[in-house]
């Protein structure tokens, strides 16, 4: 189903600003790599891939399959412009929305998903996630690298004051270009607090092995398919 987040992320402007401000770095695809024990026989689904920075790495390297699904035919046009014909042939895009897209019968052994799920509410990515459980060998892991709350959500109004001071040291001199974002989508997207992303990815099958706090509003969390 069509929405306004979904028109925004068509928007040639909104998209090269949000990767210009946004960019993924070399040190985090490298910590991706690690946690995600990526090996070159793993088949991954990138769940809204963007301009696919990582897919591109992990190509490079020789990864054996892809499979990225993005709503965006403007991000989806940036990856395909970087990838040579070879590469090509190794990745199967979905271009669509979480909410309507439909899998392809093989099975993945890595999912990875930056900053993506939280544009869906909580019924939504609950039942994203029942879809995404038949899609998912046993023992697959999921890195989910998102705004995840400390404290329970209905308390953010609450913890803006700390949370602010937080974000302005944590972003530092990008806080600037980055605060009307932020605040955006901590009141007009759906990001979850910790104990509710535990209980959406339960929906897919998937049992919480680790967590890499990085503020009291951004996590990386690391899940198991049972
Ligand atoms: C904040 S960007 C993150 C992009 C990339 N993962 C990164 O870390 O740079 C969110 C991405 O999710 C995609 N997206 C947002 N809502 C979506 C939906 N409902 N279905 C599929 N993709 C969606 C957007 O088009 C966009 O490329």
């Known amino acids: 189903m069509d929405n306004n987040f979904n028109q925004m992320w068509n928007q040639q402007e909104y998209v090269a600003r949000y990767n210009q401000v ?13 946690l995600l024990q990526i090996k070159m026989d793993d088949h991954l689904l990138d769940l809204g891939c963007g301009e696919g920075y990582f897919v591109k790495k992990l190509l490079e390297m020789g990864i054996k399959k892809i499979t990225v699904v993005d709503v965006s035919g403007e991000q989806l046009l940036r990856l395909r412009e970087k990838l040579t014909p070879q590469e090509e042939q190794k990745l199967t895009i979905i271009e669509g ?3 309507s897209i439909s899998f392809p019968q093989e099975q993945v052994t890595k999912v990875f998903a930056r900053a993506s799920l939280h544009h869906l509410d909580q019924l939504k990515k609950r039942l994203f996630f029942q879809k995404l459980k038949s899609v998912t060998k046993k023992s697959a892991l999921f890195l989910l690298h998102d705004m995840v709350f400390d404290f329970p ?8 004051p700390r949370l602010l001071q937080e974000a302005s040291v944590h972003y530092g001199d990008r806080w600037i270009l980055k605060k009307e974002d932020i605040i955006a989508t901590w009141f007009d997207e759906f990001p979850e607090d910790f104990k509710t992303w535990i209980s959406v990815c339960k929906e ?9 706090r990085i503020t009291s509003f951004l996590s990386i969390l690391l899940f198991s398919k049972i």
């Open 22 to 34: 946004y960019p993924l770095l070399d040190q985090d695809c490298q910590l991706y790599c690690d």
């Open 204 to 212: 897919g099958g998937l049992e919480l092995v680790g967590r890499k």
């Open 153 to 160: 959500k209905e308390e953010l109004n609450q913890q803006m």
């Open 97 to 99: 929305d979480f909410e």
